[in-house]
């Protein structure tokens, strides 16, 4: 079993940056993928950002060269690093992982919400104009 808890999320004006973290514990392993995913209201959960147990890491177009998404292995936390914001950027953002065998599947999965066997509770992060 995997426990993901996120924090850093807070209101921001356009052209700010946040960071959002995901602390994972329990059984995360040696193999996982990890991503964050997010959600305003009336629309559906839409995957940001992903990193394999290897370092690799893929990014949505939207928020691609403005967000970074990286891993310490010591504390065993996911961090996102968000740069210039924009408004759309607002929602509830939330932590998701999968570990094991299952996980070597990151690329090709890991931007289906339903693939994912472990969700955080979320964060909310809004941006004014």
């Known amino acids: 079993q995997v426990q993901l808890v996120e924090s850093g999320g807070g209101a921001v004006q356009a052209g700010g940056s946040l960071r959002l973290s995901c602390a994972a514990s329990g059984t995360l392993g040696s193999w996982y993928c990890m991503a964050l995913f997010r959600q ?21 177009d939207s928020v691609k060269g403005r967000f970074t998404i990286a891993k310490d292995n010591g504390k065993n936390t996911l961090y996102l690093q968000m740069d210039s914001l924009k408004p759309e950027d607002a929602g509830m953002y939330y932590c998701a992982a999968v570990t094991g065998f299952k996980s070597l599947r990151c690329l090709e999965n890991g931007g289906n919400r339903d693939w994912y066997d472990y969700w955080g509770q979320g964060t909310q992060v809004t941006v004014s104009s």
């Open 40 to 60: 305003a209201p009336g629309k559906e959960r839409e995957w940001v950002a992903r990193i394999n147990s290897q370092g690799g890491t893929t990014y949505a």
